[in-house]
């Protein structure tokens, strides 16, 4: 708690607080954690983002426009899994001048909770369920120490601050912003390593419900894998206006280097 603190910048391009909370950029500084497995936090430094520019037909504009247009045509079916997968644990609630936070699980809580459900499905024994969440939790702490290193490399702005300030000031995510810079997507790179760890584990095609949300109030849902599940994770922070899409596609394929490089170093030594 002793490090520098985040300075916002003027510069357009680069990561403002977003409303409701309009809340500090949380851990500028993971980066400099001590990963447990891969080699460092920059070892599978992602593409960097589009270059900022809101030239009409500019490639950042036109990712911009999809997420303003997702956003406004959400079928039920992809509020559920924005929803579903927000996994804010400090959700700000505003009445009047009254604020006060709602809190949930986490993105990483959500994916040792699906690793207790496959333990369970498969009635692991004790060896076996505590290899799955020591690998997963592992792969957790690296896969956000290596998103956090991008995150704050590239300073990004978020959807919601560029929309409202260029296309549309009234325009509302159908999530809330989290405060810390938008590239990579977080939920892309941990549940994809999360996904790719699990598979080793427990096999392709592992089909399981996920029932982890349904205390906070949210539906089951089934998958046919964990991949299929880290895929939807991935894609619904599109449907909830929080990321845009090169973020999610380079998050995922950061995911899944970090988590084949775990099972590669754990279950090759083990």
């Known amino acids: 708690r002793t490090m520098p603190k985040f300075s916002v910048t003027d510069d357009p391009s680069r990561w403002k607080p977003t409303p409701p909370a309009y809340l500090e950029g949380i851990e500028p500084h993971w980066n400099e954690i001590r990963t447990m497995v891969i080699d460092s936090a920059a070892q599978f430094r992602p593409a960097a983002p589009p270059d900022f520019s809101m030239e009409e037909g500019s490639p950042?504009?036109?990712?911009?426009?999809?997420?303003?247009?997702?956003g406004n045509q959400l079928n039920d079916e992809q509020q559920t899994i924005a929803s579903f997968w927000d996994c804010n644990p400090f959700v700000m609630n505003q009445t009047g001048h009254v604020m006060f936070a709602t809190k949930k699980i986490t993105p990483g809580g959500h994916w040792m909770g699906i690793a207790g459900e496959a333990c369970r499905k498969v009635d692991?024994?004790?060896?076996?369920?505590?290899?799955?969440?020591?690998m997963v939790s592992i792969g957790?702490?690296?896969?956000?120490?290596?998103?956090?290193?991008?995150?704050?490399?590239?300073?990004?702005?978020?959807?919601e601050?560029?929309?409202?300030e260029t296309i549309d000031p009234d325009w509302l995510p159908a999530l809330q912003t989290?405060?810390?810079?938008?590239?990579?997507?977080?939920?892309?790179?941990?549940?994809?390593?999360?996904?790719?760890?699990?598979?080793?584990?427990?096999?392709?095609?592992?089909?399981?419900?996920?029932?982890?949300?349904?205390?906070?109030?949210?539906?089951?849902?089934?998958?046919?894998?964990?991949?299929e599940?880290?895929?939807?994770?991935?894609?619904?922070?599109?449907?909830?206006?929080?990321?845009y899409r090169p973020a999610i596609e380079d998050g995922v394929k950061q995911?899944?280097?970090v988590g084949h490089f775990?099972?590669?170093?754990?279950?090759?030594?083990?």
């Open 255 to 257: 995911g899944k280097e």
């Open 124 to 134: 692991a024994p004790l060896i076996k369920a505590a290899e799955a969440h020591a």
């Open 60 to 70: 950042f504009f036109e990712y911009v426009k999809e997420v303003y247009e997702v």
């Open 229 to 243: 599940a880290s895929k939807e994770a991935a894609i619904s922070r599109l449907y909830g206006g929080i990321h």
């Open 140 to 159: 957790l702490f690296d896969a956000f120490i290596s998103c956090w290193d991008e995150k704050y490399r590239s300073n990004l702005i978020r959807p």
């Open 262 to 270: 775990i099972v590669n170093h754990l279950l090759a030594k083990g």
């Open 178 to 227: 989290p405060p810390f810079p938008e590239h990579t997507s977080g939920h892309s790179v941990i549940s994809t390593a999360s996904a790719v760890i699990l598979t080793e584990l427990f096999g392709d095609n592992f089909e399981f419900l996920d029932v982890v949300e349904v205390q906070f109030g949210l539906p089951a849902r089934h998958f046919n894998s964990f991949m």
């Open 161 to 164: 601050t560029v929309i409202n």
